[in-house]
């Protein structure tokens, strides 16, 4: 049977809300004594704690939620990581739920993770331009740090890496290297990291001169089969050289689809990713991509949440990382073979 705070209180002989204050650190008016026996109580019983009633008591559950959209894309995993190692510092528990990339179960997770009183949410939303539920979200005075995705409301709190300069340096540096046919397979365009991708890969594309052709753009999922579409549909035109993906594991997808045509990447077409996830070091080619600091990310968004929750007023509400080019060998100078380093 569960050992209760009421059978410390007996045994020790003591009122429960002594044991109650001996738990909780509030030593105040409990002798040294006392507060030893209950201890060796607890000890002996091997007590632990309910977090139901000991919220009762503080109001907090030492517990967060993060609610993200993929876990089976490897760059949530690390998000996760960075979000859970600043919390268990912190002595707060993290507890994971995966949208799957759909907006309805967003919601219930989220409205789950309320239902056990977590004391704040870390969310990367799917579909996130849709911010109606993230703003009813506020109404219950919840904190709340949105992570990765922007909300248009300047009232939320969060974490995010520049996706527009991202995006404007691969694409910049694909033109440096003589590309003019960039093909860009970007995410799905209901959310904001897309829109800012795509933005830097139209910006770049601008600023050197280079017409924009909506024959070269195809929107699609952030997955692999996403990408492999993607590419099968972008290289039925033979003028494209170079493939802007919006996140690696379409990067992946493209790599498919030129194998399956017998093109070779990178000298008949060069490709960039978007993430850094630890596999683009390992696969064949290695792939040139823009680095975003994931596990950075989490542990930020953490800290921040963190903050809230006890009750820091913050400086800033956003906190915008930077994202960094990693060249290696996926891409190349537009029909010449081997290794290009930016000026
Ligand atoms: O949802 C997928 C993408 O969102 C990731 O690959 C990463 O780019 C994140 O920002």
């Not at 993230?134 to 890496?161: A, C, Q």
């Not at 978007?274 to 823009?290: C, E, G, M, N, R």
């Amino acid at each position: 049977m569960r050992v209760t705070i009421k059978d410390i209180a007996r045994l020790a002989n003591v009122s429960t809300t002594t044991v109650s204050r001996v738990i909780n650190n509030k030593d105040e008016g409990v002798g040294s004594e006392t507060r030893k026996r209950i201890q060796q109580i607890i000890k002996d019983l091997n007590y632990k704690p309910s977090s139901l009633a000991r919220g009762l008591v503080t109001k907090k559950t030492k517990s967060i939620g993060l609610v993200l959209p993929d876990i089976t894309n490897p760059f949530f995993p690390d998000l996760a990581r960075g979000v859970e190692d600043y919390s268990v510092n912190k002595g707060y528990n993290a507890f994971l739920c995966n949208s799957d990339n759909n907006g309805e179960k967003e919601k219930i997770y989220i409205n789950a993770l309320m239902e056990k009183h977590v004391d704040g949410l870390v969310i990367t939303s799917t579909h996130n331009l849709e911010e109606k539920h993230i703003l009813e979200l506020m109404e219950n005075k919840i904190p709340i740090v949105i992570l990765d995705r922007r909300f248009k409301s300047k009232d939320l709190h969060g974490v995010y890496t520049d996706n527009f300069s991202g995006a404007y340096e691969a694409v910049r540096y694909l033109i440096q290297n003589g590309h003019k046919s960039i093909g860009c397979i970007t995410g799905p365009l209901d959310t904001s990291i897309s829109k800012e991708r795509f933005e830097g890969y139209k910006k770049a594309l601008k600023d050197n001169g280079i017409k924009y052709n909506d024959r070269f753009i195809v929107q699609s999922n952030f997955k692999i089969d996403g990408g492999i579409k993607a590419s099968e549909e972008l290289l039925k035109n033979k003028e494209i050289t170079a493939i802007f993906a919006c996140n690696d594991l379409m990067a992946y997808g493209v790599y498919k689809t030129a194998r399956k045509l017998k093109l070779n990447v990178p000298e008949d077409i060069s490709v960039i990713g978007f993430d850094d996830i630890s596999l683009s070091q390992i696969v064949t080619p290695t792939l040139t991509t823009v680095s975003q600091p994931v596990y950075e990310m989490g542990y930020e968004a953490a800290k921040m949440l963190i903050s809230l929750i006890e009750g820091k007023v913050l400086k800033r509400k956003v906190k915008k990382l930077s994202t960094k080019l990693v060249v290696r060998e996926s891409t190349t100078k537009k029909g010449i073979q081997g290794d290009v380093k930016l000026d």
